[in-house]
């Protein structure tokens, strides 16, 4: 079954230090991957996504991911984190059909808090 | 600016009193989706549209309808709201880049 998991559901971290995000993925056909971040009471933003090309996917805030097929996984880094971080970070998958990426399976999230 | 639009973001209403969620994308995207969002469960698909008049269930389908009459709308109809109904939710179109999401809408059925 096609599948998205988050084993962390709280992590926290001092602001400054690096952190990582795991997103592990069970899905028959090429994936296309994606992580978002949602800020209490907000909608959700999409923080990077890989299609295919270099595993190595940069996105906004300072983030990144690494797509590395052997391990089914996808995670999420930042090398110093600010207090501004702090939110609830969603992965999914999804996959291209008829032109459009169709539907998207979500992990249950990872929510970060940021100590001073 | 390319954008999906709910309305209403918040809505409180009555067990069995039919409600409406309107949902409009401006970047002529032919697929459409709704996704319920709750604690601990992430976002589930509810139905999606890859065009006008397709329509299909998602994965929590049960107690929802949908209609795409026209390209840019894709509305949610709950016929007769019940509690377990009380949800995050959020509409989405998306083509080969990917998801453009709405800013949500916050229903609680009492």
């Known amino acids: 079954a096609q599948s998205v998991t988050q084993p962390d559901i709280h992590i926290t971290v001092s602001e400054g230090a690096s952190l990582e995000l795991r997103c592990n993925y069970s899905?028959?056909?090429?994936?296309?991957l994606f992580w978002y971040v949602q800020s209490p009471g907000q909608g959700l933003q999409l923080l990077l996504k890989?299609?295919?090309?270099?595993?190595l996917v940069q996105g906004i805030k300072g983030f990144e991911a690494e797509f590395k097929r052997s391990q089914s996984s996808f995670n999420l880094r930042k090398p110093s984190v600010h207090w501004s971080d702090a939110a609830e970070y969603f992965c999914a998958v999804g996959a291209q059909y008829g032109g459009a990426t169709n539907k998207l399976i979500f992990g249950t999230g990872t929510l970060l808090a940021v100590q001073p | 600016e390319a954008q999906v639009t709910q309305n209403p973001r918040y809505l409180i209403t009555v067990t069995g009193k039919k409600l409406t969620v309107t949902c409009s994308q401006n970047?002529?995207?032919?697929?459409m989706s709704w996704y319920r969002q709750d604690p601990g469960l992430g976002l589930r698909q509810i139905y999606y549209?890859?065009?006008?008049?397709?329509?299909d269930k998602g994965d929590v389908p049960e107690g929802y309808k949908v209609s795409r009459k026209e390209k840019r709308n894709f509305p949610l109809i709950l016929e007769s709201p019940s509690p377990n109904q009380t949800s995050l939710y959020f509409c989405a179109s998306s083509d080969s880049y990917g998801y453009t999401f709405g800013s949500g809408t916050r229903l609680t059925v009492v």
């Open positions: 890989y299609f295919s090309g270099d595993t």
């Open positions: 970047m002529n995207h032919e697929y």
């Open positions: 899905y028959g056909a090429t994936p296309y």
């Open positions: 549209s890859m065009n006008v008049e397709v329509t």
